[in-house]
Every structure is written in structure tokens, then in C-alpha cells.
């Protein structure tokens, strides 16, 4: 069952190409980790759909935002530190069914000597949070 999950990661991989051909130059701006939650009492969620995954920025070796395609952005802030993952502002992750869970585990990128694999880290929960340039006016 080797072949299935190779063939995730490839096809992430090729994905994530995709994407930063499609935008140009890669975005490596990082959201700053100020951001509030959404809401007060907003709840973490354990799985969020591959689909429904718009975008992704790396904030620092702990902090991931899914930028979803309802608008939503959705902060993983990691169990622990991920080594390298601030700096090379990539990751590829492999999952059997279509969402991405607080169980899985992503692998850095490591794109600055050549594509190579880093290291593995666990996903936390999914968090919804309020951009700093999203902010309601008071």
C-alpha cells in the first residue's frame, strides 16, 4: 500500500507547483501570529475537507493558516516545533480520504538545496481566527 500514499505525496507536490506557477512567484509572506480568534468561544475543529482548502501560509515553525474557499482562515498551531517549516514555507502531507485531521502528519520541503524531504511533524487543531486586515471597525 506503498503506492498510494507515494502517489499523494507526488500529486501534492505537483499541486503545490501548480499553485505557485499560477501565482507567479511564490508567496512566502507569513500572516503575523497576532491574529484573534473569529469569535469568542470559537471552537477548534478536528478535520477540515481537501476541497475546501483554498491556500496555505506558513507563519513560523509552529503556526500553519488554511485559507478555505468560504473565506474562512482556519490557524493549526502544531503540537511542537517543526524544523524548518518557518524557513522554507512548504509542506506536503499524505491522507487516505479527503480531509486533513489533527492526527495527520505534514513533511517540510526543503526547497533551498534542491526538493528534498525534512521533517515530519503532527498537525494540532483547526482553529478559526480573524486576519489582522479582517477586523470589524468599531
Known sequence: MRAPAFTALAATALLLSACAADQGAPKVAAAPATAIPAATGAKPIGCVQ???????RVVDDKTIDFYM?????????LPGSCPQLGFERAFS???????????????????????????????GMFTPITPPGKQAAK
Open 69 to 77: 474557499r468560504d473565506g474562512r482562515v482556519l490557524r493549526n498551531n
Open 50 to 56: 481537501l476541497q475546501s482548502i483554498r491556500e496555505t
Open 93 to 123: 502531507y499524505s491522507t487516505s480520504i479527503n480531509q486533513l485531521c489533527n492526527v495527520d502528519i505534514i513533511t517540510v520541503i526543503q526547497q533551498s538545496a534542491g526538493i528534498s524531504r525534512g521533517a515530519s511533524c503532527g498537525l
